[in-house]
């Protein structure tokens, strides 16, 4: 389940969290709590459920418990941390000290023990994100599911393998990325890509946008990522890979 306001299409991208924990209602507070303050969470009941989600989608942060009915969090914590540098938050019902030391070493970047202060949870996770994101600025990359678009490097991956297009291709993804929910028509769409260099022939929106297809969605015949509104243009959805 996610939980988070609206935002507007000028904002950035909502940091999205992955939340394994078996304790439905502790879930469900943190989500709502957590959602409020501007995060999207995706939870996840069971340590299989939890590595399923992030092999599917892209997460800014992991919040991880201890406890699982179906694994010992610390060695999932190593799993995880052998495969992504995704920044793991660590909950605990236990307390002991041992249990936060040796988390620390498997690569958690923080650790809380329960009960605790909704508020205390959202500084950590905020912290951890500051941290990661002195080295790697992320509001240079945008998510939407298994799909990200990097605007520095001006490449595009989809499970992090990059998808090869050309780069009026890139910016006329971009520009529909960057106001996701919103149709745009094909005039509207010219009108944003005045400033990029055509290639050999002025082709039509219609032909950048199949051929980005053809790079991006899992079936461009059935288009999930950037969808046609017949007469009017076209949308890149904010919801994907569901």
């Given amino acids: 389940m996610t939980s988070g306001p609206r935002r507007s299409d000028t904002e950035p991208m909502a940091e999205r969290i992955l939340m394994i924990d078996d304790d439905d209602r502790l879930a469900g507070m943190v989500a709502?709590?957590?959602?409020?303050a501007g995060f999207?969470?995706?939870v996840a009941n069971t340590g299989r459920d939890?590595?399923?989600?992030?092999?599917?989608?892209t997460f800014d942060a992991v919040i991880l418990d201890l406890m699982l009915p179906d694994a010992d969090g610390l060695d999932l914590c190593r799993r995880l941390r052998g495969t992504s540098d995704v920044p793991i938050l660590m909950l605990t019902a236990r307390g002991e000290p041992m249990d936060r030391v040796v988390g620390l070493e498997l690569g958690a970047d923080d650790y809380l023990a329960k009960p605790?202060?909704?508020?205390e949870l959202q500084a950590r996770l905020r912290a951890i994100l500051r941290r990661r994101g002195s080295s790697?600025?992320?509001e240079?990359?945008?998510r939407f599911g298994?799909?990200?678009?990097?605007?520095g490097a001006r490449v595009v991956r989809v499970d992090g393998e990059e998808r090869p297009i050309t780069s009026y291709q890139f910016a006329l993804l971009l520009a529909l990325a960057e106001r996701a929910g919103r149709v745009l028509s094909r005039d509207a769409l010219m009108d944003l890509l005045k400033g990029e260099k055509l290639e050999a022939f002025d082709r039509s929106v219609d032909v950048h946008v199949s051929r980005i297809r053809a790079a991006i969605e899992d079936d461009p015949k059935k288009p999930r990522r950037i969808l046609t509104l017949r007469g009017t243009g076209y949308v890149f959805a904010k919801d994907q890979d569901r």
């Fill in 50 to 57: 939890g590595e399923a989600q992030l092999k599917r989608e």
């Fill in 40 to 42: 999207r969470v995706t």
């Fill in 116 to 119: 605790f202060e909704p508020r």
């Fill in 146 to 151: 298994r799909l990200e678009i990097d605007k």
């Fill in 140 to 142: 240079d990359v945008l």
């Fill in 136 to 138: 790697a600025p992320r």
């Fill in 32 to 36: 709502d709590y957590l959602g409020g």
